[in-house]
């Protein structure tokens, strides 16, 4: 395990050990899923494409459908051309799927394949459609991915000559759970505001159990959704790095405002997703919004000893802990260190900022880090709780503290696919989490006399 990680921390700006990232044709995959009846299509190897798939079915418990164009010896050498285009007229011709996304893969793009030469020169049926997304794996993240293929959708299915308005606001979730997706739709069917969600992976990869395969579950985006985005009133990016791309190519093509904010997680991120809500529509918060608001308050005030003062460690994808971050201040706790793989500046400024407002010194953050670095920190000034996605339990481990599953992927326990950390309920449950966990540690290693009953 990691109990041998050393204290003395070395320059490794030509090595990463334990990244804290995955590579962008996972992140594009999963958002081609979020597009009702598409496949996503893998253009490299065949591993390639059997890693994406195996990482998500892992995650979600869910399988998980793909197509690759199978590069062999010859492919990359020659190229994918022949590949591509012989397997899309086989996809079409064997699952049927409305739509075909493409991510190529470090190969593909080493190679250099003209992704758009090669899919005009092909015969794709009538009524079918092909998307496609650069996204090397050698440059940013899954995140990085996820966003390019987002914006993909955009570009290729958005209609370009804004009709009327159509009354409703695009929003677009940033990389986080189907149970975060159905939960931020709930929130704004709670408002009475009319959206249209891309993508949408709720209902797609935590479907139920049916007792019947579906390789296309009913969950999704329809392509008529996405055409029709050029028509709606304004445009909600929840995370920067995941969907600020989308929303300003949408505002280029048809005017469509863009509204960038933090994906909901926590009071603050949440208030200002609504308050921005009710800024676009003139509404008012609705009641049941604002009851559900007044239980976190409760919940916070009720049990805030139990983590006030205590020192965490947060890591993972930039959109999750940066009003995670926002998150833990608020329930007094102190975010000692701040990591993500994802590179990006934008990053950096944005926790400077949230610390440097909450008048917190002494913590270190950093974007493009590892978790050998991360550990490393830990090492010389200990923590008290780690958040953070299933890499973390050797660290976790080593250190003897609690380890809060957060983010992807998570490979070690279930639910996450099912209950969400998004919104004033989402939040209930963190608390609940983070509380339970310190707590059940406590009990563990206490003495006799220090067990009680009530706490």
């Known amino acids: 395990m990691l109990n041998e990680t050393t204290k003395e921390i070395k320059d490794r700006s030509a090595l990463v050990v334990n990244p804290a990232k995955t590579c962008q044709p996972i992140g594009a995959m999963y958002a081609a899923l979020g597009i009702h009846k598409c496949l996503p299509h893998s253009h490299g190897s065949q591993g390639c494409c059997s890693f994406h798939r195996m990482h998500l079915a892992r995650h979600y418990r869910d399988p998980i459908a793909a197509s690759t164009s199978s590069f062999t010896e010859g492919a990359c050498v020659f190229g994918g051309k022949s590949n591509l285009k012989t397997g899309l007229e086989n996809v079409f011709a064997i699952y049927k799927p409305d739509v075909v996304a493409v991510n190529t893969t470090c190969l593909s793009e080493t190679i250099g394949d003209d992704l758009n030469d090669i899919i005009l020169s092909t015969k794709i049926p009538e009524g079918k459609t092909v ?9 940013g993240s899954h995140v990085t991915g996820f966003s390019n293929m987002t914006k993909a959708m955009v570009t290729h299915l958005v209609n370009k000559n804004k009709l009327i308005g159509n009354g409703r606001l695009a929003v677009i979730p940033g990389y986080v759970e189907p149970s975060d997706m159905a939960e931020i739709k709930r929130m704004f069917a709670m408002m009475n505001v009319p959206i249209t969600m891309f993508p949408d992976t709720s209902g797609v990869v935590n479907s139920p159990n049916t007792g019947k395969y579906e390789m296309y579950p009913e969950g999704g985006v329809t392509v008529e959704e996405l055409s029709d985005l050029g028509n709606c009133e304004s445009t909600i990016a929840l995370g920067s790095f995941s969907s600020e791309a989308a929303a300003f190519e949408l505002e280029k093509i048809a005017d469509v405002e863009a509204n960038v904010l933090n994906v909901p997680i926590g009071i603050k991120a949440t208030d200002d997703m609504m308050m921005k809500v009710m800024e676009i529509t ?11 608001r007044g239980q976190l308050v409760d919940l916070m005030t009720d049990i805030h000893f139990h983590y006030h003062g205590k020192k965490v ?16 201040i608020s329930l007094g706790m102190i975010p ?19 610390l440097a407002d909450a008048g917190i010194e002494d913590s270190k953050f950093k974007a ?19 958040i953070g996605n299933t890499y973390g339990k050797y ?4 250190e003897d503290i609690p380890l809060i599953r957060l983010g992807f992927p998570i490979l070690d326990r279930v639910g996450h696919s099912l209950f969400p950390v998004v919104g004033y309920k989402g939040a209930m449950r963190l608390i609940e989490k983070i509380s339970t966990a310190f707590l059940d540690k406590y009990d563990r290693e206490c003495d006799d006399d220090d067990f009680e009953l009530v706490m």
């Open 131 to 139: 998307i496609y997304a650069n996204t090397p794996s050698y440059q």
């Open 282 to 292: 003139g509404l008012e918060m609705s009641k049941e919004l604002e009851f559900e």
């Open 313 to 328: 460690a947060i890591f993972g994808d930039p959109d999750i802990i940066i009003p995670m971050t926002e998150f833990v």
């Open 336 to 354: 000692k260190y701040i990591l993500t793989g994802t590179p990006g500046n934008a990053f950096e400024k944005a926790i400077g900022k949230i």
């Open 368 to 386: 493009g880090g590892d978790l050998m670095e991360l550990h490393q920190w830990m090492k010389n000034d200990p923590v008290d709780m780690l």
């Open 395 to 398: 660290i976790s481990r080593a």
